[in-house]
């Protein structure tokens, strides 16, 4: 089948497997008890409030929505471990940001998120081949746990397909780090802009590493580098997005390959506000977010996420964020 740019290809069974991934989602976390929490990235090393600035673009592919104009929108952001238990900082995790800038009436939402995670690419290709994982995933939570996450990566050892793919996803293991103001974080999945299909990542805006990952450390180091950092001054990271180029090298249903290339804009800076993090009205704000959900559906139009791994995240994402709300 002959590709075309910023096109999308849903498969014909995709909702099947969307809802047997939701069933076996939620009878993962009954089984593991973790209902309370959100179903991944539970644990928040920081939630805050900021500054998202749009940058006066000249390129005018990137002019659209939230990015047609200079302008500067109240931001919430939520940094995150990634898995859906909570554990000490320095275990080896992938890390997730999320953004809610608040937009009032500037487009056909009140709110957009941008949600994230310190890898290129997701390991998963799409919504079948989720489901198949979410099935191993939740016979491995049968093992004890020490032993079922082990063997998670045996999964891309069953098909010769996958083999080719964990080779991919292998570059892009959890790891430990020593500050979450210090990573590059990506959608890893492909989103519009205008009628382009995009990437975005955000990272630091200027980079020079001045921490470094501690050999035993308390539960929370995380978040409190960051309070120490923002106690002396403000941070600032910065969004770019890339644009695919060739439908076939950058595509759009299958999440798990990295889009080589530098066809990249520079579009908003993320300002964290010098501040008291250890504050009592920090702390209750940053409790206020733990309830809240970010979501990518959460969107104006122009900036819609494409392709299976995102069109399954958005009924996953309603059902995660029910579940913990009733609890
Ligand atoms: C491009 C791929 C993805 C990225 C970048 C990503 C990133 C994230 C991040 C950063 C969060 C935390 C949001 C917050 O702070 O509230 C999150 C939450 C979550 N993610 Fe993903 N994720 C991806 C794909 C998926 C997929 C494929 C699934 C499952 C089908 C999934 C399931 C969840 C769930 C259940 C939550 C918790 C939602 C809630 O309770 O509010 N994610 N994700």
């Not at 969307?18 to 539970?42: N, P, W």
């Not at 909570?86 to 939402?109: E, H, T, V, W």
């Not at 889009?259 to 993320?270: F, I, N, Q, S």
């Amino acid at each position: 089948m002959q590709l075309e740019l910023g096109k999308e290809y849903p498969p014909a069974d995709e909702a099947r497997f969307v809802q047997q991934i939701i069933d076996d989602s939620i009878a993962l976390r009954k089984r593991t008890k973790t209902e309370r929490f959100r179903g991944q990235h539970a644990k928040a090393t920081a939630g805050l409030k900021a500054k998202f600035e749009v940058l006066d673009i000249e390129d005018s592919r990137a002019r659209h929505g939230l990015f047609s104009q200079p302008r500067s929108f109240d931001a919430i952001l939520r940094f995150s471990n990634g898995t859906g238990r909570i554990q000490p900082d320095l275990i080896k995790d992938g890390r997730g940001l999320a953004i809610k800038l608040m937009i009032g009436n500037a487009g056909d939402s009140p709110v957009q998120d941008f949600v994230m995670i310190n890898f290129k690419s997701f390991p998963i290709r799409d919504a079948k081949q989720y489901a198949a994982f979410m099935r191993w995933r939740l016979h491995l939570s049968r093992l004890p746990e020490a032993i079922g996450s082990r063997m998670m990566p045996a999964f891309f050892l069953f098909t010769p397909s996958r083999i080719s793919q964990f080779a991919r996803v292998a570059r892009h293991v959890p790891k430990k780090i020593s500050s979450v103001v210090e990573e590059e974080y990506h959608s890893m999945s492909p989103y519009r802009l205008g009628t382009a299909a995009i990437k975005f990542s955000v990272s630091p805006e200027t980079f020079s590493r001045t921490s470094s990952v501690p050999s035993s450390a308390e539960d929370d180091f995380l978040t409190k580098e960051l309070a120490e950092r923002l106690r002396k001054d403000e941070v600032a990271l910065r969004m770019r997005v890339q644009f695919q180029q060739d439908p076939n090298r950058h595509p759009v249903e299958d999440a798990s390959v990295i889009w080589e290339g530098k066809d990249v804009v520079d579009v908003a800076r993320v300002v964290l506000p010098q501040q008291e993090l250890a504050s009592e009205d920090s702390q209750q704000f940053a409790r206020s977010i733990e309830r809240m959900s970010f979501n990518p559906w959460h969107t104006l139009s122009q900036h819609q996420p494409i392709g299976g791994i995102n069109r399954l995240r958005k009924a996953v994402y309603e059902a995660s964020s029910a579940l913990r709300s009733t609890q």
